[in-house]
């Protein structure tokens, strides 16, 4: 094991107590490990704190905020950064403890992406790189809504290994998950794209194709329609909000 390696692991929690708890114990390897909640009212807490002493409670700003914020917590150089239905192998871990990771300011790795209980290949979810192991003086997150990233000055490199994901385990948190992202979206982009008739008409049906063929969601069979209809909602949702907050601004 390499001494540079003292690793802060930093997860952001809201009402996660159905996930927190796998994902906590999948870090236990971790030099430090930090959990910022936003205000929970099940016992994602109370769970977090039988792992660690260090969780603190903070009122939801956002995705980027609330990240920022955990990770000026982090006491470690490097810190990795995970979501509470994400986990960490064994594999994963032992790499991230014996890699030199002084070669490079941040490191990509796949994530293994599984909805209703089966890993997705296609739909663009079966290359899913992700950079979330990085150091801590060189990192920031890019100024979005939703789907935020991590930007590392210099230069990065990949890890062999992977983590997964656990973000869909029943349709009711897909269909949740789909409105308040939805929404984010919209409050990004509403000063950015223009909704009209022909938009709603074509833009949905164009997303589903793209995600089921060009992506490769028909490799998945049944479930990669299920994710490819979702995307289009996603697509069509967007475009309706938009819309709303348009005719709010004018009434």
Not at 40 to 56: G, L, Y
Not at 175 to 190: D, G, H, Q, R, W
Request: net charge positive.
């Amino acid at each position: 094991m390499h001494s540079q390696n003292k690793i802060s692991a930093v997860i952001i929690t809201g009402n996660e107590e159905n996930n927190i708890k796998d994902c906590l114990k999948s870090v236990q390897w971790a030099d430090e490990i930090i959990v910022v909640d936003s205000e929970s009212t099940d016992n994602t807490v109370k769970i977090a704190r039988e792992f660690t002493d260090k969780v603190v409670t903070r009122r939801w700003e956002g995705y980027v905020s609330q990240k920022t914020y955990a990770i000026s917590l982090a006491k470690n150089e490097w810190v990795l950064s995970l979501d509470a239905d994400e986990r960490v192998p064994e594999v994963l871990a032992k790499e991230i403890l014996e890699t030199d990771l002084s070669l490079h300011n941040g490191y990509f790795i796949k994530r293994d992406n599984f909805f209703l209980g089966k890993l997705i290949r296609g739909c663009g979810w079966g290359n899913d790189m992700q950079l979330r192991l990085f150091k801590k003086s060189e990192t920031k997150l890019s100024d979005r809504m939703v789907h935020e990233k991590f930007i590392v000055n210099g230069n990065v490199s990949t890890l062999k290994n992977s983590f997964t994901h656990f973000s869909y385990t029943n349709l009711r948190d897909a269909f949740i998950k789909i409105n308040n992202y939805s929404t984010l979206e919209a409050n990004e982009k509403v000063d950015k794209k223009s909704v009209n008739v022909f938009s709603l008409l074509i833009n949905p049906p164009i997303y589903f194709l793209h995600h089921l063929i060009v992506r490769k969601g028909f490799l998945d069979g049944i479930y990669g329609v299920i994710i490819s209809y979702m995307h289009m909602m996603t697509k069509l949702q967007v475009q309706l909000k938009i819309m709303e907050i348009k005719k709010k601004r004018i009434s």
